[in-house]
């Protein structure tokens, strides 16, 4: 069985940093492109930032850019977010998932940004 | 920078027929995904490629394409498929989503 879960989150002051972890189990992990989405309180899906199965390519929704780093590490079939200068806006629930499958989703974790 | 348009609402009756559109350039050329979601609840894959439905996902559910649209239909709606709809598809590798539609069955 497929499985995403996805950890990390908390409450964390505008301009700190967070490190979210997706451990991914029941699918051969390195064959996939990794995805990360967030869903703001009330708000739909946006998709954040991917990544290719070897890490050699990776891309960003513009609104993180040059802010949030994406990494995987195959050896451990993890997904990793590192959010720096966070924002209010940044606060949401993120959920990792596989590309171009997206099925299934994690649980998310919440990301609160606030002072 | 691509965009992904939907409705905002649609509401039905119990056996009715549901359409919800998503529209964009990027529909063109890329297949879509849609996807459902109920509060407090992860997405669920409905449609990939289109109009393909994975295993598990009620033959109610379809899928179609045309142009730059492509189309959830919902074959009599039952009250349970009141969710949020997405939309999403992907090009220059990166992802977009729809901005959801509100179904509501009553």
């Known amino acids: 069985e497929v499985q995403l879960v996805e950890s990390g989150g908390g409450l964390v002051q505008p301009g700190g940093s967070l490190r979210l972890s997706c451990a991914a189990s029941g699918f051969t992990f390195s064959s996939y492109w990794m995805s990360w989405v967030r869903q703001a309180p009330g708000k739909g899906l946006e998709w954040v930032a991917n990544?290719?199965?070897?890490?050699?390519?990776?891309y960003y929704v513009d609104s993180v850019k040059g802010r949030f780093t994406i990494s995987r590490d195959n050896a451990k079939n993890s997904l990793y977010l590192q959010m720096n200068s966070l924002r209010a806006e940044d606060t949401a629930v993120y959920y990792c998932a596989s590309s171009p499958t997206f099925d299934p989703w994690g649980q998310g974790t919440l990301v609160t940004v606030s002072s | 920078s691509y965009e992904l348009t939907q409705p905002s609402s649609v509401s039905v009756s119990p056996g009715q027929t549901a359409r919800i559109t998503c529209s964009g350039d990027v529909l063109a050329k890329k297949y879509a995904r849609w996807f459902q979601q109920k509060p407090g609840q992860a997405p669920v894959l409905v449609i990939y490629?289109?109009?393909e439905r994975p295993s598990g996902i009620p033959e109610r559910f379809s899928g179609s394409s045309s142009g730059t649209t492509v189309t959830l239909t919902i074959s009599g709606a039952q009250v349970e498929d009141e969710a949020d709809y997405y939309c999403y598809s992907a090009a220059d590798n990166k992802g977009v989503f729809g901005g959801g539609t509100k179904l509501t069955v009553l």
């Open positions: 990544i290719k199965q070897d890490g050699s390519e990776k």
């Open positions: 490629k289109d109009s």
